[in-house]
C-alpha cells in the first residue's frame, strides 16, 4: 500500500512547524533568562547573575539548534515542490483576477 504523499506533507509541515515553536519557546526563556541575569547584575550578585547569564546562553544554543532544523527541513521540502503556479499567478492584491 502506497503511502499518501499529502499526508506525508502534511507530517513534514507539522514537524517544522513544531520546530520553530519549540525554538520561540526557548527564545522566550533566553530573554527571560537574560533579564533575570541583568537584575542580578545590578544588585551586585555576580554569581546569580553568572548562573542566568549560562542558562540564558542554553537556552539561545537549543533555539539556534531548532531554527537551523527547521531551516534544512524548509529547504528540503522547498527544493522538493514544483512551484510553476506561483510564476503564472499575479501577486496578492495586484487587482488582477
Known amino acids: 500500500m502506497a503511502e499518501d504523499p499529502k499526508k506525508h506533507e502534511t507530517e513534514y509541515v507539522q514537524n517544522m512547524?513544531?520546530?520553530y515553536k519549540q525554538a520561540a519557546e526557548e527564545l522566550l526563556h533566553a530573554y527571560q533568562r537574560?533579564?533575570?541575569a541583568a537584575?542580578?547584575?545590578?544588585?551586585g550578585a555576580f554569581k546569580a547573575a553568572l548562573h542566568h547569564a549560562k542558562l540564558?546562553?542554553?537556552?539561545?544554543?537549543?533555539a539556534h539548534?531548532?531554527?537551523s532544523?527547521?531551516?534544512g527541513m524548509a529547504?528540503?521540502?522547498d527544493a522538493a515542490q514544483p512551484w510553476p503556479s506561483l510564476a503564472v499567478r499575479p501577486p496578492s492584491g495586484s487587482?488582477?483576477?
Do not use: P, T, Y
Open 56 to 62: 540564558s546562553k542554553h537556552h539561545s544554543f537549543n
Open 34 to 36: 537574560n533579564k533575570e
Open 69 to 71: 532544523d527547521a531551516l
Open 75 to 77: 529547504e528540503k521540502f
Open 65 to 67: 539548534a531548532h531554527l
Open 39 to 43: 537584575r542580578h547584575h545590578e544588585a
Open 95 to 97: 487587482g488582477v483576477h
Open 17 to 19: 512547524s513544531q520546530h
